[in-house]
């Protein structure tokens, strides 16, 4: 159990285009979501939490019209990285957290990440 | 503030026992995670202590004591794949995670 899926697991795309990744739990339902970004050799950086149905909770210093958040259902949520820059190219991963499934409820569950470059 | 502390980088032999130590002071506390994140991969969950002890799965081992705001990871019987980051992780009274910096593990033949 506890299957995070993610997609596309790479993109690589043009400034100013914007890309569309989605997170799924596969065999569980997911209340609450998480979108992180990680530059290489450093460490993982919280953009933004949301739980299903309801907007999206950004860290500091993460623009929300940026990083558009949606998390329509238990087992999907999707990042769209609007009008992408060279400087957004990085690792986004998304983790899930749920409470069926047999999953433990404050468990964090990975997605395999998607690497984004901007070109 | 909230702070998780974690040795940057250690060392350790193939077939040998090491332990990744954690301290943390956060406010709240609502269980401490680890994680395993291998290079240009995503973390993926080890364990998960929220009571005092030791807490055994195979070759890993995680303790937790929460008087002394302290856990340890340990792994045993090293193996060259065992080589990544161990992330350590609390998770606060909001029930947000807050997460160490990592501990880069590299296992030597």
């Known amino acids: 159990g506890a299957v995070v899926s993610q997609h596309p697991s790479w993109v690589i795309c043009k400034s100013g285009t914007s890309v569309k990744i989605e997170c799924r739990s596969l065999?569980?339902?997911?209340?609450?979501m998480f979108w992180y970004r990680q530059f290489p050799k450093q460490s993982l950086m919280l953009m933004a939490t949301?739980?299903?149905?309801?907007?999206?909770?950004?860290e500091q210093g993460v623009e929300k019209d940026k990083f558009l958040i949606n998390h329509a259902s238990l087992t999907l949520s999707t990042l769209t990285v609007t009008s992408a820059h060279p400087e957004d190219s990085s690792f986004y991963i998304c983790?899930?957290?749920?409470?069926?499934?047999?999953?433990?409820?404050?468990?964090?569950?990975f997605g395999p990440g998607t690497r984004l470059l901007v070109l | 503030g909230q702070n998780i502390d974690q040795p940057t980088e250690m060392t350790a032999t193939e077939g040998a026992i090491v332990q990744i130590n954690c301290t943390y002071q956060?406010?709240?506390?609502?269980?401490l995670f680890w994680y395993q994140q291998h290079a240009g991969e995503a973390p993926t969950f080890l364990s998960y202590?929220?009571l005092d002890g030791l807490e055994e799965k195979g070759r890993f081992s995680s303790f937790l004591s929460r008087s002394k705001g302290y856990s340890y990871l340990l792994l045993k019987e090293l193996q060259m794949k065992d080589s990544a980051s161990y992330l350590c992780?609390?998770?606060?009274?909001?029930?947000?995670?807050?997460w160490g910096a990592g501990t880069k593990l590299i296992i030597k033949p």
């Open positions: 983790s899930a957290r749920g409470l069926s499934g047999g999953v433990t409820a404050e468990t964090q569950y």
């Open positions: 065999d569980f339902q997911a209340t609450t």
């Open positions: 949301s739980n299903e149905g309801s907007k999206a909770t950004y």
């Open positions: 956060t406010s709240g506390f609502n269980g």
């Open positions: 202590n929220v």
């Open positions: 992780a609390v998770m606060d009274s909001n029930y947000q995670l807050i």
